[in-house]
C-alpha cells in the first residue's frame, strides 16, 4: 500500500522573529496644507520686505548724493569754516552778512544805526557808523539812502566810504549816489521823497572800515526801512 500523505518537499521555513534590539521604522505624518501655506506666505513677506528697503535704502543714498554734490559758487577767501559740500543752508547761514537800520543820528556827516533793530554776523562795528570786516574777502555792498527834504545849494548826495582801519585817518569813496528832489510839484500834502540806491562788489581785507557819509543828516528820512546799509560775503 502506498502512504500518499508523505511527500520528499520540505516544509517551508519560519521567518524569523523580531527581537527588541531592532527598532521599526514607522513613517511620519505629512505636514498639513495649512502650515505649508503659512510658511509660504512668511517667506513671500521676507522677500517682499528685503525688496522694499533695498529700494528705499537706493532712492535715499541717491537723493544724499545729489544734495552733497551741489556747489554753490563760493567767494575769494573763504576761511575754511564750511566746505565745498556743505548744503546750501549750511553755507548761507556761515556766511558774514550785515543789514543795518539808521537810528536817526550822525556824527561828522556819517550816518549811524540802531543796532536793536540791525543784523551783524562776523561783522564787527566801531563807534556806532563803521562796520569792521572780520573776514577777507568779496562782498556785495549796497546803500539805499532816502531824503525828505532838499538843500538850495548842495545835492543830495550818498557816499559810502572807505578806511583800512580803525587808526586810518585817510577815506577813499567807493560808491556814491544821487537823487533830485523837486519840491516845485505835485500836492503841498504830500511828502517829497527821493531814494538815492547803489551797490557794488567790492574786495575787502580784515581790518577795514565802511560806512555812509551824507552832505546833511537832517534832510535824510529815517522812517523803518527807508534808509538802510549793509553788505554780505559772496
Known amino acids: 500500500m502506498i502512504n500518499t500523505y508523505q511527500t520528499s518537499m520540505a516544509p517551508p521555513p519560519v521567518p524569523p522573529r523580531l527581537s527588541g534590539s531592532h527598532p521599526v521604522l514607522i513613517p511620519g505624518p505629512f505636514p498639513s496644507k495649512g502650515h505649508s501655506k503659512s510658511l509660504v506666505r512668511f517667506i513671500v513677506c521676507v522677500v517682499l520686505l528685503h525688496l522694499f528697503l533695498s529700494i528705499g535704502g537706493f532712492i535715499y543714498l541717491y537723493h544724499n548724493d545729489k544734495m552733497l554734490s551741489f556747489q554753490p559758487p563760493l567767494g575769494k577767501g573763504e576761511e575754511g569754516k564750511i566746505g565745498y559740500r556743505s548744503s546750501e543752508k ?19 556827516g556819517y550816518l549811524q544805526w540802531d543796532f536793536n533793530h540791525s543784523v551783524l554776523r562776523y561783522i564787527d562795528y566801531y563807534r556806532k557808523s563803521w562796520l569792521t570786516i572780520r573776514e577777507p574777502g568779496d562782498y556785495y555792498v549796497y546803500s539805499r539812502v532816502t531824503f525828505s527834504k532838499g538843500h538850495p545849494k548842495l ?27 523837486d519840491s516845485g510839484s505835485g500836492s503841498a500834502s504830500i511828502p517829497h521823497l527821493c531814494t538815492a540806491t547803489q551797490g557794488e562788489v567790492i574786495t575787502l581785507e580784515k581790518g577795514n572800515q565802511l560806512g555812509v557819509w551824507v552832505q546833511d543828516p537832517l534832510a535824510v528820512n529815517y522812517e523803518d526801512g527807508a534808509t538802510t546799509f549793509g553788505m554780505y560775503k559772496l
Open 90 to 108: 549750511q553755507e548761507t547761514s556761515h556766511k558774514a552778512l550785515a543789514r543795518m537800520v539808521a537810528d536817526g543820528k550822525s556824527a561828522l
Open 155 to 181: 545835492p543830495l548826495v550818498s557816499r559810502v566810504k572807505l578806511r583800512k582801519n580803525d587808526k586810518e585817518v585817510e577815506e577813499k569813496v567807493v560808491m556814491q549816489a544821487y537823487c533830485n528832489l
